[in-house]
């Protein structure tokens, strides 16, 4: 089992910043990579960026691609996501998710609201 919970959510002005958190926990926290995505209203839940445990490769969405950075601390077992840059298309719920690269893993935190006004 894993446990994830997000923070570092909130309201931004266009062109802001804001860096999300992803804290894991559990026996078997340590075997998976983590994944971010998003979710706006009526619209399917989309891959943002992913980084393997086994050598920190990052992945990104090609729309996020140069505004978002993922990595790990972990002295902190946490993954953060820092989010440059942004734009009101990135408003939308945040979810963590552990499994493989790009693959929906079995286990999500409960998500954390981003909002980006104009």
């Known amino acids: 089992q894993v446990q994830l919970v997000e923070s570092g959510g909130g309201l931004v002005q266009a062109g802001g910043s804001l860096r999300l958190s992803c804290a894991a926990s559990?026996?078997?926290?340590?075997?998976?990579?983590i994944n971010w995505y998003r979710q706006t209203p009526g619209k399917e839940r989309e891959f943002v960026a992913a980084?393997?445990?086994?050598?920190?490769?990052?992945y990104y969405a090609d729309s996020v691609k140069g505004r978002f950075t993922i990595s790990f601390d972990n002295a902190k077992n946490t993954v953060l996501l820092q989010m440059n840059s942004l734009k009101p298309e990135d408003t939308a719920i945040y979810y963590c998710?552990?499994?493989?690269?790009?693959?929906?893993?079995?286990?999500w935190g409960q998500g954390t609201q981003v909002i980006v006004s104009s």
């Open positions: 998710n552990a499994g493989s690269v790009r693959a929906r893993g079995p286990y």
């Open positions: 559990g026996p078997t926290r340590s075997y998976y990579d």
């Open positions: 980084i393997r445990k086994s050598d920190y490769s990052t």
